[in-house]
């Protein structure tokens, strides 16, 4: 257990009066910390209910680990402990820490992408209905995916729009999903507007703004997490809508880039985390150091992992034809874990 002191960071030093920026914190609280970055000297940037805390920690801790938080004292000295959360990314059978810190508090972009597809016709605005074919376009497609549509998701996602910017590309990041979600935003509320209070579209309108809004801070929160690391290693976040049939799911990435000497081949690691009906929850590890990769599939439906377990001499053979050597190839049965799609205690915090 350990505890954490959090001080506000300078870009809220306007907000100290603490009322107006963590009225709903009663002691007992359970939330989700996000390490947004972890500093030598101990100090960590924590993410809290879409608010950001500087404190101080006595263990090491990576930028992108995700903290189950218990409010011990509230009021003008915030006091949070660091609990176990059996939500939170475990360990596997050889004690390593399972790579899914977007399990809890993504942004989750197939929630919009759902009520838009059923309700943007309603609105009679033929700019919502051309947002909403962008961003329904940009969505993988689950049951034909191939290595340059995840290309193609993976850098129209949002998480480079103001790198594209400075980069004067700028036709590349007004056709990301952050673009589009900012106009969406906009649109939603300039319908609101023009509709009489009473009006029944009110309602889901405001809905799509606050979809919007809140996939927006995500995008900024995994732009944080996605910060160069000092050692020289790299983490990317991101979380990508899935088309299966009519309906869209999330699918939530983490793929990082270890630091190396120059006589050492490049080492990458990724984590895959979908939940598909009839597959069940997912999460696939990957590591390629060279040429040479391992897989491992955790699943919690026994069917899933016995399809998997006899698709292993399949994927070794495609390995092999791309020129990559299997090292270890495996598919788990885990314990039935806890939805990662739904609000864990403290997720929803309103400043």
Do not use: Y
Request: aromatic content about 4%; some cysteine.
């Amino acid at each position: 257990m350990e505890e954490l002191q959090l001080t506000l960071t300078p870009a809220r030093v306007d907000q100290r009066n603490f009322g107006v920026q963590m009225s709903n914190w009663r002691v007992g609280q359970q939330l989700t910390a996000l390490v947004v970055e972890s500093r030598p000297n101990g100090a960590v940037l924590l993410s809290i209910g879409g608010k950001t805390f500087a404190a101080s920690s006595d263990l090491p801790v990576q930028a992108g680990t995700r903290m189950a938080m218990e409010v011990k004292q509230a009021g003008q000295e915030l006091v949070l402990r660091r609990i176990p959360d059996a939500s939170l990314p475990r360990a596997d059978a050889g004690g390593r820490a399972v790579e899914t810190t977007l399990a809890l508090g993504s942004p989750r972009p197939a929630a919009l992408l759902n009520q838009l597809s059923t309700q943007a016709a309603r609105f009679g605005s033929p700019e919502l209905q051309e947002l909403t074919r962008a961003l329904r376009g940009r969505a993988l497609k689950a049951e034909s995916l191939t290595a340059g549509e995840v290309q193609r998701g993976l850098r129209d996602s949002g998480l480079f729009t103001e790198a594209d910017l400075l980069a004067g590309r700028g036709n590349r990041a007004s056709q990301s999903s952050k673009a589009s979600l900012s106009q969406i935003q906009a649109v939603a509320l300039a319908l609101a507007d023009n509709l009489d209070e009473g009006a029944t579209e009110i309602k889901a309108l405001h809905q799509l703004v606050d979809k919007a809004m809140a996939l927006l801070k995500g995008i900024s929160q995994q732009q944080l997490a996605s910060l160069p690391q000092e050692d020289g290693g790299q983490r990317w976040l991101f979380t990508l809508p899935a088309q299966l049939g009519e309906q869209f799911h999330d699918v939530q990435l983490q793929l990082e880039r270890e630091a190396r000497e120059v006589d050492q081949p490049e080492c990458w690691k990724a984590s895959l985390c979908f939940e598909f009906p009839e597959m069940g929850s997912v999460v696939v590890r990957l590591q390629l150091l060279g040429s040479a990769v391992s897989v491992a599939f955790d699943c919690d439906k026994p069917e899933t992992t016995a399809w998997l377990r006899r698709s292993m001499s399949s994927l070794e053979n495609q390995l092999n034809f791309r020129n990559f050597r299997a090292v270890t190839l495996s598919a788990n049965a885990t314990a039935q874990r806890n939805d990662p799609s739904s609000d864990a205690p403290g997720l929803s915090v309103e400043a």
